[in-house]
């Protein structure tokens, strides 16, 4: 590996100048943690970054569909290298099931980033979450799930629907003398599959209304009494992540529980949909930060026109957009991730405190995949002739990065939900109030310019003459918005990190608000271009 990457044998914990100040800002009692979290960083940057390598390019999951005997199995064969792996990772699901948050999770999940295993763990975490919350007569599954022994998924998609929930045709058919239900009906982009021992989807019970409202959500076996209770056809062939087995289900008469109520149905998937767009959203910034640790040691290793590419001013812009980027997508994920913390408790009917957390969930997930594919496709530019060979490790981060903006929804899905947060929920009323106040104890024009943005933003949209012209401008209205959050949240990571991070928020105004180059001052400002360790752990 020593060849072939600069990050490995280096702890990314101890590299990263934000994780340690965004923990510190949100959850003050991470410091219990901080010796898992120092051993984890090692892990990460030396064993599971050698193993993740090794599964990516010489062994991925191969489906084996049929036992020594010719019976049908439909399961996949894992190289012992990411057996091992998955049971020493397990262990993030674990903390908000035990009493502490979401920030722990999702800390270890950023610092893990590979999309493949971070999927894995996902969704493993929504079907422990579906059992934990609204299914505890099937807790006997939640322990396995937790400590590494089983595997969960969530199966939703379908060819006719893809993002469009309602148009699932998946049927669901109770059995009143069992008390089960069975689903038919093809789940297409299946991942886990043939990995999972217990996974959670959707269906619609009969009799019940057409569109997403008619969604009950189940939770499905691999086995049932007489063996294999559904098929997996086959695994797709995916040119991006490598380590998670994605396939095409076939459900045909298939045992299923049905999870807490047919008619929440729908509000049960969409939690779990929060869930994962914001692991989506962290393992976005995570998949940057390991393009990022592979530039920052290149540019100091690399000679060219006669001195180090870390002295050339070019270099040290492109560098200063990196740690920008880094730190806004951060920043913006862990104010998304504390919005949820405090909601996720909440059964529906919800309050405005959980629609508040949906509302920035979309924010966060559209914002930060767009971070993670500039980010890592800047590292690859960086490395020139070597960043778009395959046998570095650069080149792969920008194949994961370009995943997260298609998983768990697009950029489209993103803007309509958010719309449908504002106009049905008011969601905007408390963001605004909470961003004035963080802004207004910074006056900077930077800060003013930010405040200014937001308003300008919403009257936009307020102006819409109907939805489908609100609908026209929503995806560029969510851009804007999480740009000019950024800036906020930036200021207000300023007081538990320090003046460089009101320095991070003037530079992020500068260039994603005014649209303008960084000012030159930053050219020797090695606290930023280099995003150098200024933390004590």
């Known amino acids: 590996m020593q060849a072939i990457s600069y990050a490995y044998g280096q ?3 101890l590299l990263d100048p934000d994780l340690p100040v965004l923990l510190d800002h949100y959850l003050p009692s991470w410091r219990e943690n901080l010796n898992d979290l120092r051993d984890f960083g090692m892990l990460m940057g030396t064993e599971a970054y050698e193993t993740l390598y090794h599964i990516d390019h010489d062994a991925p999951p191969v489906l084996v569909m049929h036992d020594l005997d010719g019976n049908r199995i439909d399961r996949v064969r894992l190289s012992p290298a990411q057996n091992a792996l998955m049971k020493k990772v397990a262990f993030i699901n674990r903390p908000p099931y ?3 948050s979401w920030h722990l999770h999702y800390a270890y999940g950023y610092l893990l980033a590979d999309t493949g295993l971070y999927c894995i763990v996902t969704i493993t975490n929504q079907t422990a979450y579906a059992i934990y919350k609204y299914a505890p007569e099937h807790k006997s599954y939640l322990e396995p799930l937790l400590s590494g022994e089983a595997y969960g998924a969530t199966w939703m998609t379908e060819s006719q629907g893809g993002s469009d929930l309602g ?3 998946t049927s669901a058919v109770f059995d009143e003398h069992s008390g089960i239900w069975h689903l038919t009906g ?3 982009f299946a991942s886990g599959a043939g990995l999972t021992d217990v996974a959670i989807t959707t269906a619609r019970p009969q009799g019940a209304p057409d569109g997403p409202k008619g969604l009950a959500l189940f939770l499905l076996p691999r086995l049932n009494q007489d063996g294999l209770n559904y098929h997996v056809r086959r695994l797709k062939d995916k040119s991006a992540t490598r380590a998670v087995p994605s396939g095409e289900v076939e459900l045909s008469s298939s045992e299923a529980y049905m999870i807490g109520r047919a008619e929440e149905g729908i509000y049960y998937t969409l939690e779990n949909l929060t869930v994962s767009r914001l692991a989506n959203s962290i393992g976005a910034m995570g998949v940057a930060k390991k393009a990022h640790l592979e530039v920052l040691e290149r540019v100091k290793r690399r000679r060219a026109f006669g001195k180090a590419l870390v002295d050339q001013p070019l270099i040290r812009n492109d560098l200063t957009d990196l740690a920008v980027r880094m730190a806004g997508g951060l920043a913006l994920t862990f104010y998304a991730i504390e919005q949820f913390d405090r909601a996720w408790k909440e059964r529906p009917p919800y309050s405005d405190a959980y629609h508040y957390a949906r509302f920035f969930s979309h924010i966060a997930k559209n914002k930060t995949a767009e971070h993670s594919a500039e980010i890592t496709r800047m590292g690859m530019e960086l490395f020139g002739g070597l960043g778009f060979l395959e046998e570095y490790a650069v080149a792969r981060w920008h194949r994961e990065a370009l995943i997260t903006p298609i998983w768990e929804g697009p950029s489209n899905i993103q803007a309509l939900d958010w719309l449908e947060t504002i106009h049905k929920k008011a969601a905007h009323k408390p963001y605004l109030e909470q961003i004035e106040t963080i802004l207004s104890a910074f006056d900077t024009p930077e800060s003013r310019l930010a405040w200014q943005t937001i308003q300008d933003t919403f009257v936009e949209l307020n102006r819409s003459s109907s939805l ?7 995806k560029y209205a969510l851009n804007r918005i999480a740009d000019a959050t950024q800036v906020a949240l930036l200021y207000d990571l300023s007081r538990t990190g320090g003046e460089r991070y009101q320095k991070l928020a003037a530079l992020y105004a500068r260039r994603f608000l005014s649209g303008k180059t960084y000012p030159y001052w930053a050219v020797n400002d090695a ?10 752990v």
């Open 11 to 13: 702890n990314h914990f």
């Open 527 to 536: 606290d930023i271009y280099l995003a150098s360790d200024t933390h004590h």
């Open 98 to 100: 035990a009493g502490k």
């Open 186 to 188: 093809d789940k297409y």
């Open 468 to 474: 489908d012209e609100a609908i026209w401008q929503a």
């Open 167 to 169: 148009a699932n045709t």
